[in-house]
């Protein structure tokens, strides 16, 4: 089964400024895809970036980009210039290629808070 | 197009009394998720389905229960409810649920047990 870690509970960043956020995951699988997914106060699941795992080039969306690491099973979102409207609880998802169906393996979550 | 709706927001209900939860997904997906999330336990996935035939199954207990309509509305079911059953309750759908589909979230389902 695969897992999923982010090991920083809370994370702050000053408006403006750049923050990473870490996720490690586990898996003996080759193919995948991982996501990072925010939750802002509204409890609303939003999409923030996908990355493919055959892709060795880091997926970049505006503001957010990864740094994904294959061999080392990491997987961290970078927020550059952070925004009052990026404070949010950052989900790490793992997905696989390999079984059917679209099952999600969530990390514990990290609460970002931008600080004006 | 609309988005991923989930009825009723918010619900409080009691030991032992059953609940129904309804999802209905952008239109066009036919895939329906569901996940339990609580502090705790974190996110949990639920059950899949996909033009009517449960996918995926996580692993909770026989108490929580799915289907889907026809139309790709989804709706679970949990029995004899306990307290730890307190949890937001997300649905996600899909286009088909492929691994290169995109997920979209409804904004959950809060449900409290007293």
């Known amino acids: 089964a695969q897992t999923v870690t982010q090991s920083q509970p809370e994370m702050s960043v000053q408006e403006a400024e750049t923050v990473t956020l870490s996720c490690t995951y586990d898996?003996?699988?080759?193919?995948?895809?991982l996501f990072w997914y925010k939750q802002p106060p509204s409890r609303q699941m939003i999409l923030v970036i996908r990355?493919?795992?055959?892709?060795?080039q880091n997926a970049t969306e505006n503001r957010f980009s990864v740094n994904f690491q294959k061999a080392a099973k990491s997987f961290s979102l970078k927020i550059s210039d952070s925004q009052l409207g990026d404070a949010a609880m950052y989900f790490c998802?793992?997905?696989?290629?390999?079984?059917?169906?679209?099952?999600?393996?969530f990390g514990e979550g990290t609460q970002l808070t931008v600080n004006p | 197009k609309a988005g991923v709706t989930q009825t009723p927001r918010y619900l409080i209900k009691t030991r032992g009394q059953q609940v129904t939860l309804s999802c209905s997904p952008i239109s066009g997906h036919r895939s329906v998720s569901w996940y339990q999330q609580t502090p705790g336990q974190g996110l949990q996935f639920l059950f899949e389905?996909?033009?009517?035939?449960?996918?995926n199954k996580g692993n909770f207990p026989g108490r929580f229960s799915g289907r889907q309509f026809s139309n790709s509305r989804s709706e679970m079911n949990v029995s004899t409810l306990e307290l730890g059953d307190s949890a937001l309750y997300l649905c996600?759908?899909?286009?088909?649920?492929?691994?290169?589909?995109?997920?979209?979230f409804g904004p959950g389902t809060r449900l409290t047990v007293l």
């Open positions: 990355q493919e795992a055959y892709k060795q």
């Open positions: 996600a759908s899909s286009f088909k649920g492929s691994s290169t589909d995109t997920q979209y």
């Open positions: 998802a793992y997905r696989s290629v390999e079984t059917s169906g679209s099952r999600l393996t």
């Open positions: 898996t003996s699988e080759s193919d995948y895809y």
């Open positions: 389905y996909f033009s009517e035939t449960q996918r």
